[in-house]
């Protein structure tokens, strides 16, 4: 009677984990607890190490400016500058509208 809280501990720990890391058992589950050990084994460093990984996906996609590809707008081929500016606001404008990283006007 000593090795049933073990094995209650295995299973619901076998069971919580399948459950949060959304894995589910189709038609194939362990049977034993070498395999629920084996399966517990595989996911509890998925477990951490995706979330991780993801993490430096999305920092890295948020380093790329929105705005480092040329405008793509084939309906409306001109450019509306409003607002009160000046000549050198404008002529500013205009050098890094026209610059050549920009690809071809």
């Not at 000593?2 to 459950?19: E, H, K, N």
């Not at 034993?32 to 430096?56: Q, S, Y």
């Not at 996609?61 to 705005?67: G, P």
């Amino acid at each position: 009677m000593d090795y049933m809280p073990s094995l209650l501990l295995l299973a619901l720990a076998d069971l919580v984990i399948i459950t949060v890391t959304t894995v589910g058992y189709g038609d194939i589950s362990p049977v034993d607890n070498v395999g629920r050990i084996c399966i517990l084994v595989v996911l509890l460093p998925l477990f951490l190490i995706v979330p991780r990984e993801v993490g430096k996906l999305t920092d890295l996609m948020d380093k790329v400016s929105q705005f480092a590809r040329p405008y793509e707008d084939v309906r409306t081929p001109h450019v509306i500058i409003t607002g009160d500016i000046g000549f050198s606001v404008a002529l500013s404008f205009l050098r890094e509208f026209f610059h050549a990283d920009h690809g071809e006007q």
